[in-house]
Each structure stands twice: as structure tokens, then as C-alpha cells.
């Protein structure tokens, strides 16, 4: 990683430009966005959402300014590419925070047809406020479809971050592989490798990494709780369980790097693996590689499901299905479009997903990989490429 791999003040001025084209399209006559990642998205101003409203605002001419708590103004003056940083004193404050977003628009020339992500400040953490809409009179427009789907296509130097998450996730989850075995428990595991991943990565990048995460500050693997038969909970929580031999392991590993995450999940065993485990395992890894073949430009997120599924009625596995194959991923952990039937978008190039069809069985585990995969003009691209085979994640008893 070099100190170009990171989102330039070009590149997020570029993204307000393509926002405020969209302003200009549909008549409006700016926007007020709450969402942390969309703030971060437009502005590379990294914060963690508290009952203090921050607030992205733009017009139409393309001015901008970030409206935030004075215990943020440094910090946002010091990182957000914008023309001007407001601040109000706290909240609730004598004069509470909404009147300052008010009087900030006014100013802005934001006074009739306003493009939102939500209207008004979301009840974060006890926040109690008035709506965007109330405050300012005004005919109010969401915007959220237009930010996603822009936030869905990855630039070059997004694709990058994606790619060095990915280099420390995989380390992170070698030594996760390399320090399990029966008798141990999952936290000192998981501990141990996170702590090493994330000091050889501060090592090799220095100061050029940052983690720009309200969740993590390095890289880190582990289980969240998703051992033995507590491997059929999806999303299970982490229970410092002792490792035996016959569990079947889930595990999860990436790395936040400025603001990016990749995702990196396997399917462990340990010790031999018995026949039923095998056969589970088997169709768990042919489902993804069904997902990867119908993951292409021009087919639709959708049709990635249904090929899934078709599997599994086929081989009469849909007891032991949850959840969709997958979704996209960038700044957020989740992030739309979805591999679900019930998503109709169209898959393009430079939208990176993550491939994770599941099989759950009660009494017995779960079994679920999960890959970050890039869509290219040709096809498909593998960010993540960790071994996939159960004779590569066998854990020796």
C-alpha cells in the first residue's frame, strides 16, 4: 500500500458534483444527509454517530457544509473535504441543534424542494427533534436510492482499499486457523490472532493506515460465537466456548482500511470430519460455486438467489436454509444491492459483493463461506482467496 491508496479530495469532490447533478436534474434545491456513511461518502469525514446531530448539507450551486457538535469542529475541519464547517454548542443545548440547521439552509439558500436521506436527525441514542420536513416547511425528497446506487459502483481507488483489507483479513484468519485447537477457548483465540494481524499491519503500512471504523481499529478474526451447534445461529454472539473435537467452526475475519471492510468467512472442522458433516460441507461449497457462475454483468441480483435455491430444492436442502447469498459491501458491512429473489437490480461492473449461500442444521452446525468477489467488464474477480477445500480447514486433533 502506498499513500495514493486512499480516497483523494478529487475523488469525493467528484462524488458532491455527481450528488449536486442530481439536484439539478430534479429541481431541488439542495440536500441535508444525516447517515455517518453517507457523510462519510461525500465529505471522507470519518465520526461516530452519538445524540449530537451532524448534518451533510449541500445546494444546488454546489456549496457544502458539515453542521457539527463543537466537540467535533477540529476534527471535522482538520478531515472533511468541505467548503465550510458549522458548529453548535451540544446537545440539547439552549438552543437546540435543529434551529442551528435551520438558520445553516437559510444561509445555504435551501428554502423549498429539499433531497434527504431522512427527515430529520434519526433518534440516535436518546435524541429527541423536530423533522426536516416541520422545521423548514419545505416539500422534502429521499435521496437515499440516488446514494446507494452511486455508493454501489466501486472506484478504482475504493477497489484497492477493498484488496488491502482483504491481504490483512486473510493473515488475521491464518493465525485464527493456526492457534485453534481443543482445549482452547474462542476468546483467547480470536484475541491473539486479531492482536497479531493488526500489529504486523501497522507494521508493514505505518502511517498511512487508518481505520476510519466506529468497530475496529485493525484486523481481526474470530467466531462470534458460531461453534459446534451454535454454528447453525447466523448470527450468533460470541460465547468464549472451549473447542472440541467433531465442532464445526464458522469464523469471520477483514480489516477496516479507510472506512472499507472486506468479508472472509469459512467453514472449519475439527478433526476428521464425519460423513453427515462431508455431505453438508460438499453442498455448501457447491452452492457458492453456483453463486460465482451466476454472478456476472447484465444478470440480476436476484438470479444469483434463484440459481442458489434451485440447488437446494433440487437436493432438498431448503429446511436448512436462512438467508439470501449475499450482499454488497464497501463502506458499510451490509450494503444494497442484495443477493436475494427479491432484488431485481442489475449487476454491473465495479459492484463488489459478498458470496455467502448457508446451510444450517440444528443439532449438527452451519456451513457458510463467504468471499468478496468483484464484478469486472469480463466477469468476476476474487478479492478475498482463502483455501475453500475441507482438507485445507481441518483443525488437527
Known amino acids: 500500500m502506498h499513500a495514493s491508496i486512499r480516497i483523494s479530495h478529487y475523488e469525493h469532490s467528484g462524488r458532491h458534483q455527481a450528488l ?48 457539527v457538535p463543537r466537540l467535533e469542529l477540529e476534527h471535522a475541519q482538520g478531515s472533511a473535504v468541505v467548503d465550510r464547517v458549522e458548529a453548535y454548542e451540544e446537545y440539547p443545548g439552549q438552543r437546540h441543534p435543529a434551529s442551528f440547521l435551520v438558520s445553516l439552509l437559510q444561509d ?47 472506484s478504482a481507488a475504493e477497489i484497492a482499499l477493498l484488496q488491502e483489507s482483504a491481504k490483512w483479513g486473510n493473515l488475521a484468519h491464518r493465525l485464527l486457523q493456526r492457534y485453534t485447537r481443543p482445549g482452547m477457548t474462542e476468546t483467547e483465540v480470536s484475541q491473539r490472532a486479531s492482536h497479531e494481524a493488526t500489529l504486523a499491519m501497522v507494521e508493514a503500512l505505518g502511517p498511512l493506515y487508518r481505520a476510519q471504523s466506529m468497530f475496529s481499529d485493525g484486523a481481526s478474526a474470530g467466531y462470534r460465537g458460531q461453534i459446534g451447534r451454535s454454528a447453525a445461529i447466523p448470527h450468533s454472539l460470541a460465547s468464549n466456548a472451549t473447542f472440541v473435537a467433531g ?41 457458492q460455486e453456483i453463486a460465482f457462475e451466476a454472478l456476472k454483468p447484465g444478470a440480476l441480483c436476484s438470479d444469483v438467489d434463484n440459481a442458489v435455491r434451485a440447488y437446494y430444492q433440487e437436493h432438498d436442502l431448503m429446511p436448512y436454509w436462512k438467508h439470501h447469498s449475499g450482499h454488497a459491501i464497501g463502506l458499510r458491512y451490509h450494503e444494497g444491492p442484495f443477493l436475494d429473489r427479491g432484488d431485481h437490480t442489475s449487476i454491473e461492473p465495479g459492484m463488489v459483493f459478498t458470496v455467502e449461500p448457508g446451510l444450517y442444521v440444528q443439532d449438527l452446525g452451519g456451513f457458510r463461506h463467504s468471499d468478496t468477489v468483484l464484478i469486472t467488464e469480463e466477469g468476476t474477480q476474487m478479492i478475498t482467496y482463502y483455501p475453500r477445500d475441507l482438507a485445507s480447514l481441518t483443525i488437527p486433533v
Open 20 to 67: 449536486v447533478g442530481h439536484l439539478q436534474k430534479n429541481e431541488l434545491s439542495g440536500a441535508v444527509l444525516f447517515d455517518n456513511y453517507y457523510v462519510l461518502y461525500y465529505t471522507g469525514f470519518a465520526f461516530i454517530p452519538t445524540e449530537r446531530p451532524i448534518a451533510f448539507v449541500t445546494n444546488s450551486k454546489g456549496d457544502s457544509a458539515l453542521l
Open 108 to 154: 445555504m439558500g435551501i428554502t423549498a424542494r429539499v433531497g434527504i436521506d431522512s427527515d430529520g436527525y434519526p433518534w440516535i441514542l436518546g435524541y429527541q427533534g423536530p423533522s426536516l420536513s416541520d422545521l423548514t416547511d419545505s416539500e422534502v425528497f429521499r435521496l437515499g436510492a440516488f446514494v446507494e446506487s452511486q455508493m454501489a459502483i466501486k
Open 247 to 287: 465442532d464445526v467452526l464458522v469464523t469471520g475475519a477483514g480489516a477496516p482500511v479507510w472506512g472499507y471492510h472486506s468479508e472472509l468467512e469459512r467453514t472449519m472442522i475439527v478433526g476428521p470430519a464425519s460423513e453427515a458433516l462431508q455431505r453438508f460441507f460438499d453442498h455448501m461449497v457447491t452452492a
